[in-house]
């Protein structure tokens, strides 16, 4: 007698109507459940077609300022998405035909924003630094756990002692923390290491994050964090050594950042790393003016840096001076928050016609913050701007500082990064700091954090 399989899930024997699937150990699964399980299961496992229509939508922002405003708002709203890419926004009542039959989801009276473009953060990392937070709440500085060796140099010594395999785990699981609160795109910096073997590594532990996750990637450089251990007396021979990392860390990184501030890097060291990295096609971004007005803006902006980022000590001048070189203003409230340090003047930043960027400073010291969406709320009662300036920063500010036209916005030919808010107005993202309002992120056109039932194929 033939042994007849059935399925595990709902008991139908196989059928010219309905095939198994046989796995191990005598399991299988028949064609309709399949179908079952892939109207229930998250959209990331249906196959990714870059095609999408999103209806029902009450808010979208676009951060297109050809709709009346900076955030560039449309009421009652659709936006469909081909190949990954945005084909057309507007008024629901207004959708052509030809976007009718694409794989839709429905907001139901949902707010929608552009991915999160998170700019700035340094997520491959080992160890914990939760004592240091103890300290300063007693009243201990930055700069005094630092030269006690902590702080860098405490997540140093850790991070040579990890697995590349386990900083990639770690790292992946942060990034993946990011995805699901609305971050498509996220920075990621090396400078963990300090020495030639775990600096490449961390690059490419970077690299492959964005292998593995539906998470665009823009790798950093950071090899001029701080001054290592080994080389606290040698300063010019770890600026030599550095030299020997750049045509390495070139194969995985777009950019070079260099820590110029007290503790770290002085202004001659950081350009001298900067103006070598040029050398091996590495643009400059520098961590400027965070613990005290030490010249490091004044180097952005004669480098012509792509960003100068923390910025908590800057005059009106030097702001200015950021705008008209068309440099990025790249700003950390959360940071400042943890470090309780003053923040950056970001109205002034604002009023003064710079761009402005928020991003979260990912770090294990510092600011151990994975939501773009906190980042707000502080940038909006701790810094003082306001939730439109706030919005913009985070998504297309993040997006101009890493060089990313086409995203940060969600005009006719951007990247079809978008994230379904579970409000039907942005504003509660300032206003309910504590929640994760990403219902479900797409990226390029495919949900890939959420749920929402889609309606089926046509036929």
């Known amino acids: 007698m033939v042994r007849r399989l059935r399925c595990s899930f709902c008991g139908r024997s196989e059928a010219d109507d ?21 109207e229930v299961a998250l959209p990331a496992a249906r196959p990714a077609t870059g095609d999408l229509l999103v209806t029902g939508i009450s808010e979208l922002v676009t951060n297109d300022s050809r709709h009346g405003s900076r955030l560039g708002v449309i009421d009652e709203a659709a936006l469909a998405i081909r190949r990954g890419e945005v084909a057309w926004t507007g008024p629901e009542s207004r959708l052509p035909a030809r976007y009718r039959n694409l794989p839709t989801i429905d907001c139901e009276g949902r707010a929608v924003i552009p991915g999160f473009v998170d700019s700035h953060t340094h997520l491959v990392f080992a160890g914990d630094r939760s004592h240091e937070f103890a300290l300063r709440l007693q009243g201990a500085t930055y700069l005094e756990i630092l030269e006690a060796g902590g702080g860098i140099r405490s997540t140093v010594a850790a991070t040579r002692a990890s697995a590349p395999a386990d900083l990639l785990s770690s790292t992946i699981e942060r990034a993946g923390t990011m995805l699901e609160h609305g971050t498509t795109t996220v920075e990621i910096k090396s400078g963990y290491g300090l020495d030639l073997p775990t600096e490449i590594a961390s690059l490419e532990v970077a690299r492959q994050v964005g292998e593995s996750l539906p998470i665009d990637v823009v790798v950093t450089f950071l090899g001029a964090h701080v001054m290592p251990p080994e080389f606290v007396d040698d300063r010019p021979g770890y600026l030599r ?6 045509p390495l860390a070139a194969r995985s990184a777009t950019y070079c950042d260099v ?17 070598h990295a040029r050398r091996h096609g590495l643009k400059p971004r520098l961590h400027a003016n965070q613990l005290g007005d030490t010249g490091g803006v004044e180097l952005a902006v004669e480098l012509g840096a792509v960003s100068a980022d923390h910025l908590e000590n800057i005059d009106e001048s030097q702001a200015r001076a950021l705008a008209e070189a068309g440099v990025v203003a790249v700003l950390c409230p959360t940071a400042s928050w943890s470090t309780r340090l003053a923040q950056a003047p970001g109205r002034l930043l604002w009023d003064i016609g710079a761009t402005v960027a928020l991003a979260t400073d990912c770090n294990p010291g510092s600011s151990f913050v994975a939501s773009m969406q906190l980042v707000i709320a502080v940038a909006c009662l701790d810094m003082g ?13 993040g997006a101009l500082a890493l060089e990313e036209p086409r995203k940060g916005r969600l005009r006719v030919g951007d990247v079809g990064d978008l994230v379904v808010l579970d409000s039907d107005n942005y504003r509660h993202l300032g206003y309910r700091p504590d929640q994760n309002l990403a219902k479900t992120v797409v990226k390029q056109g495919d949900p890939v954090v ?3 039932a889609r309606s089926p194929e046509p036929a």
Not at 265 to 275: G, H, I, T
């Open 18 to 38: 309905n095939r198994l699937v046989a796995g191990p150990k005598w399991v299988a699964i028949c064609e309709s459940c399949v179908r079952l399980a892939a």
């Open 450 to 452: 959420g749920s929402f």
């Open 241 to 246: 050594l550095i030299e020997q990392m750049l």
């Open 259 to 275: 820590f110029c501030d007290y503790g770290a890097f002085s202004v001659d060291e950081a350009r001298w790393v900067l103006q």
């Open 385 to 397: 701007l306001t939730l439109d300036q706030a919005l913009w920063s985070a998504t297309r500010g």
